[in-house]
C-alpha cells in the first residue's frame, strides 16, 4: 500500500512510477476521489458532533424547548445517513483504484515493458555442452520411473503428478542443503501454515490483483485460502506487532505452494516446471529503511551461491518495470540454463518491497528518536523444487541416462554420486 501523504504532496512521483511500468492507473481521478472522500469525512465528523451536542441537550430542556430541538435532530440524522451512504459509494470508488496504484521505483531498476526485455547483468558457467544425444528432463524421469504424470492427472485432474523413488530423496537433498546454507546465514527456518485467511492475501497484496490464481477452500463455507507462495503466512507472521530490527529479522521458510495458473497455458505437459502444486523454500526478511538494499544484495547473493555450488549455469537478471508487481521497487531473477528446452528459465526471483506490504501489515519499528515508523519487507525464492530438480537432470545426465549428483549434494544423499 502507498504512502498516501506523499502521493497527496507529490503526485508526480507515482505518475513517473506508473508510467514507467506501463500501468494505466488514473493518478488524477484518485486524487480528485481522495479530496471528495476527505471532505464527506469531515462533514460526517461535524454532523456526528452537532448529533451528539443536541442528544446532549435534550434532557435538558423544557417541552417547549425539546420539539424544535427533536425536528433538527431528525434532519441532522438524515443528513447524516445521506453522508454515510455517499461516503461508502466514494470508498469503494476509492479503492478500486487506490489498491492499484504501484509501488515506487528503484532508480536502477530496467525501465523496459515486457519480460523478454529484462536486462541480463551477469552470467555463471557456460552452458552445458554434451557430447550425446541429450534428453528432456522428463524423458529420463519417465524411463526411470521417478515421474508419474498419467497418475497424476487419475487422481488430481491435469496438471499433477508424483514425484517417486531418488528423485524424492533427491528432492529432500535439495531442500536440506538449502536449509543449512540459510541457516549459516542467520535465517530461522519456519514451517508455515498453507492455508490463511483472505485479510493475509489482502495483507501481502495478492489480493485483490492475483485472485484469479489462487485456490480457495470451500467457497462461502471458510474464510480460507491456499497459499501460491510461503511469503503469505511469513511476511503475515508480525501483523499488527512492533518488531525490534536493529538487526534484520531473517526467516527461511518451507512449504507446498498452489496456483490455479487460471488463463495459462502449457505448450507441453509432459515439463514439470510448474503446474498447480509445487514446493519452495523462500526467503523474507523485516528490516530497517536504510538496511533494505543492503539486504536485497544480501538474498540475491545468497541465491547465487546456491546455484554456484550447485554448478547450474544461470543467468541473473534485472526485471524491467513492465514485469514487475505492483509491491516491488526492484527485483532480480536468475534463470537456470535448461538443455532440454534449450533456454534459461527463471528458477528465483528476489523483491525489495519497500513499506508497501507493512502498511497493510501495520509492522513497525521505533527509529532513534522512539518514532514509529513501518519496516521495509523482502522476499527471495531460495529454490523452486521442480525447477531445480529439471536443471539438475538435465545439466548432469550422462550418455547411459543416468544423473550425476552434484558434489554439494552428495553428503545429502548418503554417498550415492548418481541415480
Not at 510448474?274 to 536504510?290: A, I, N
Amino acid at each position: 500500500m502507498i504512502d498516501l501523504k506523499l502521493l497527496r504532496t507529490n503526485p508526480e512521483l507515482y505518475k513517473d512510477s506508473a508510467k514507467k511500468r506501463w500501468s494505466n492507473v488514473d493518478i488524477d481521478a484518485f486524487l480528485v476521489l481522495d479530496k471528495e472522500v476527505v471532505k464527506l469525512k469531515q462533514e460526517i465528523d461535524e454532523l456526528r458532533t452537532i448529533k451528539n451536542k443536541v442528544s446532549r441537550e435534550i434532557p435538558t430542556l423544557s417541552n417547549e424547548e425539546k420539539g424544535p430541538k427533536i425536528v433538527e435532530m431528525k434532519k441532522v440524522w438524515e443528513e447524516l445517513k445521506q453522508k454515510e451512504e455517499a461516503l461508502r459509494e466514494k470508498q469503494v470508488e476509492f479503492n478500486e483504484i487506490y489498491y492499484c496504484i504501484p509501488n515506487l521505483l528503484d532508480e536502477t531498476a530496467a525501465i523496459w515493458a515486457t519480460d523478454e526485455e529484462n536486462a541480463r547483468e551477469y552470467f555463471f558457467w557456460e552452458k552445458t555442452k554434451f557430447d550425446f544425444e541429450l534428453k528432456p528432463h522428463y524423458e529420463i524421469g519417465e524411463k526411470k520411473g521417478w515421474i508419474d504424470i498419467p497418475k497424476g492427472s487419475e487422481v488430481s485432474g491435469s496438471r499433477f503428478w508424483y514425484l517417486k523413488w531418488d528423485l524424492v530423496f533427491l528432492q529432500f537433498a535439495i531442500v536440506n542443503f538449502a536449509l543449512s546454507k540459510l541457516a549459516e546465514k542467520w535465517f530461522s527456518p519456519v514451517l508455515p501454515p498453507v492455508l490463511v485467511r483472505e485479510k493475509a492475501m489482502f495483507w501481502t497484496w495478492f489480493f485483490p490483483a492475483d485472485e484469479d490464481w489462487i485456490y480457495s477452500v470451500n467457497p462461502w463455507e471458510d474464510d480460507l485460502y491456499l497459499v501460491g507462495t510461503a511469503e503469505v503466512p511469513v511476511t503475515s507472521y508480525h501483523t499488527e506487532e512492533v518488531v525490534n530490527v536493529d538487526e534484520p529479522i531473517k526467516y527461511v521458510g518451507y512449504s507446498p505452494c498452489f496456483r490455479r495458473e487460471a488463463g495459462a497455458a502449457w505448450k507441453d505437459t509432459r515439463w514439470i516446471l510448474r503446474w498447480h502444486q509445487f514446493d519452495k523454500v523462500e526467503m523474507v526478511t523485516f528490516c530497517k529503511p536504510e538496511d533494505s538494499q543492503k539486504m536485497h544484495d544480501e538474498m540475491v547473493a545468497i541465491e547465487e551461491e546456491i546455484r554456484q555450488a550447485l554448478n547450474i549455469p544461470y543467468q541473473k537478471m534485472n526485471v524491467c518495470t513492465g514485469d514487475l508487481w505492483n509491491p516491488a521497487m526492484k527485483k532480480y531473477d536468475l534463470e537456470a540454463w535448461m538443455p532440454g528446452q534449450e533456454k534459461y528459465r527463471e528458477v528465483t526471483s528476489c523483491s525489495n518491497i519497500w513499506d508497501f506490504q507493512s502498511r497493510r501489515l501495520n509492522i513497525k519499528y521505533r527509529d532513534k528518536d522512539d518514532n514509529l515508523q513501518f519496516v521495509h519487507t523482502l522476499n527471495g525464492t531460495v529454490i523452486a523444487l521442480s525447477r531445480c530438480l529439471i536443471a539438475i537432470i538435465e545439466n548432469y545426465q550422462d550418455e547411459n541416462g543416468d544423473v550425476i549428483i552434484p558434489e554439494v549434494l552428495v553428503p545429502f544423499m548418503w554417498g550415492k554420486t548418481k541415480i
